[in-house]
Structure formats: structure tokens, C-alpha cells
């Protein structure tokens, strides 16, 4: 019992990750075009790229965990011919926990909304990977108007169950073990999570663990970490999703063990002006894991559509 609690004492030290602040982390995750915007009582962090000549951008909205870095293969690209701005959504990345700590969809929609209204764009392509896409296609639901196109990246918003669930994700709902992480985090933590949700671990590099793992680390999100999941939840707003019109373009993983690919297909029986498409090699974050293979498929959608 004596060493099984040395042991574990010595792992906790070792182990030992204390908040860091924002002007530290800029350092490395804010570098241009970054900027700082007061929206909705945060200082939001948004990236804006690409001709502003562009009436209608799009606006890319990451998942549980992630940034707005998630999108940078998918930016490199579009750039090129359209408008892009990304941001890091409250509870995540530079931006940090919402003032009011309020996780609802509700509230994630209006914050997009807020974004929009703040760079004085009238409609948007909306774009989202899991917890993004929930907030995308409920900002379709409750803005229509505002929205002219959705792209829907193995989007939550229906209830489900996962065939396998992240460590740090299981960790961050538990009540003990939620306030454990808010002083400890093992790296390794970090890099077994950001494998689980690929198709292909062997993709997880060592620079694509340390993002994640320093920007966990911003000042007060793994503490907003548990009450997204408490807030944020599959509810009566799903049984809206056939009132969308707009044309929308889903992406699905098929090796997706969080969300299962059964999920895409919901959504594309549900949203009338809508197509599936299947990647049978990837897993969770697709636009992550091949954002060559993906932002292809999303091209081709807007030339279309």
C-alpha cells in the first residue's frame, strides 16, 4: 500500500501541469494573422484570411478540445479563392471559458452570431467538425437567415453511442477526476485521446499532441472543459434538423468511433438539399487527419452549389 501510494504521489508530481497564461501561449499559437476580438464578453481568438472582397466566407467551427489550428490544412487551400475565419470557441484554445459559463447550443450559436455581426458579415458558409457542427447546423435552425450553406464534419446534436470514448474525455465528466486534471496532466493522457479519434493513430505526431496538450493548459479551460460536457447536449433542437433548406455537404470518417458514421446518415435523410460522403479510411476529425483528400470534396460542393 506504501509504495502503490509513493508511486502514485511520484506520477502526480511528475505529472504536474499548472494553468498558463494567454500571453505565454500567444507566444507560440498566436502568431499572425491572429488577432483578439471583444465578442460576447471574451477575448475572442480568430484568424481571417483570404480576398475580403468575398460576400459570403466561411466560417470554420472546431470540436470538444480543439482550436481553430485544427483547420489549417483546409486553409491553406481555400484561402486562395475565398474568405476563411476560424476562431477558438469559448471553453477552448486562446479564447478560454465563456464569462457567464454558459455551454448550451443556444448560447454557441449566439456567439457565432456575435462573430459575425462583429466583422459585419450579413451570411456565411458554415462549416463544423463534431461539436462544431452542432453549433453550425443550430445556428442554421435558429438564424436561417444568416447562413447561406452548411458543411457538416462528423457533427454531434443527435443522442449516441460511442463505440469508444477518449480517456481525457471520460476523465473530464468525472466529478474527482475532472478536479485532478485541473493541476495534472500526462502528456501521454493527451496523446492516447488525439489517437482515438483518428482512423490512422500512426498520423499523431509529436507536434500535433503538443498543441493540444499546451492549449488544454490555457488558464481556466479544463475547468470549462466539464461543464461544456454537462451543458452541451443532444436536445429538443434536433428535431428541427429537417427544417433545413440550405444546401449542405456532410463528411463523415467511416472508422469514426466517437460519433458512428450511422449519424451522417441521419443527418442526410433529415436535411432535404444534402449529400453524404464517406471517407472509409479516416476517422473523427477527417478535415485533420487528410485535409487534402476532404477539402476537395468541399470545393467541389461550393462550385456547385
Known amino acids: 500500500m506504501l509504495i502503490a501510494i509513493v508511486s502514485l504521489a511520484i506520477y502526480l508530481y511528475v505529472n504536474k501541469a499548472p494553468d498558463r497564461s494567454v500571453a505565454e501561449l500567444s507566444q507560440r499559437w498566436a502568431a499572425e494573422p491572429s488577432q483578439f476580438l471583444n465578442i460576447a464578453g471574451m477575448n475572442i481568438h480568430l484568424r481571417d484570411e483570404g480576398p475580403t ?13 480543439a482550436s481553430l489550428h485544427t483547420w489549417d490544412g483546409w486553409v491553406e487551400v481555400l484561402k486562395e479563392q ?53 453549433i453550425a447546423w443550430a445556428t442554421a435552425v435558429l438564424h436561417p437567415d444568416r447562413v447561406s450553406k452548411l458543411i457538416l ?21 468525472n466529478p474527482v477526476t475532472s478536479l485532478l486534471l485541473n493541476n495534472v ?47 452541451t447536449l443532444p436536445g429538443p433542437l434536433a428535431k428541427k434538423i429537417q427544417t ?7 463528411l463523415w470518417g467511416k472508422k469514426d468511433q466517437l460519433i458512428p458514421v450511422k449519424l451522417g446518415v441521419q443527418f442526410a435523410q433529415e436535411i432535404a438539399n444534402s449529400q453524404l460522403i464517406v471517407f472509409d479510411k479516416l476517422g473523427h476529425v477527417p478535415h485533420e487527419e487528410d485535409p487534402q483528400a476532404t477539402v476537395s470534396a468541399v470545393i467541389k460542393f461550393l462550385q456547385v452549389n
Do not use: W
Open 185 to 231: 496532466l500526462p502528456k501521454s493522457l493527451v496523446a492516447r485521446s488525439v489517437k482515438n479519434v483518428y482512423g490512422n493513430p500512426d498520423l499523431v505526431s509529436d507536434e500535433l499532441v503538443e498543441r493540444y496538450y499546451q492549449l488544454s493548459l490555457r488558464e481556466s479551460n479544463r475547468s470549462a472543459l466539464k461543464a461544456r460536457f454537462e451543458q
Open 82 to 134: 475565398r474568405r476563411v475565419i476560424r476562431f477558438d470557441l469559448p471553453a477552448f484554445g486562446l479564447t478560454g471559458p465563456d464569462p457567464q459559463n454558459n455551454y448550451k447550443i443556444e448560447h454557441y450559436a449566439e456567439v457565432v452570431i456575435a462573430v459575425l455581426d462583429k466583422l459585419q458579415i450579413n451570411k456565411s458558409v458554415l462549416a463544423g467538425n463534431s461539436l462544431g457542427g452542432y
Open 153 to 173: 464534419v462528423d457533427a454531434s446534436g443527435y443522442p449516441y453511442e460511442s463505440t469508444s470514448i477518449p480517456l481525457a474525455f471520460k476523465l473530464s465528466k
Open 53 to 65: 472582397s468575398d460576400q459570403e466566407p466561411i466560417v470554420l467551427i472546431h470540436g470538444t478540445s
Open 244 to 250: 433545413i433548406k440550405q444546401p449542405t455537404l456532410i
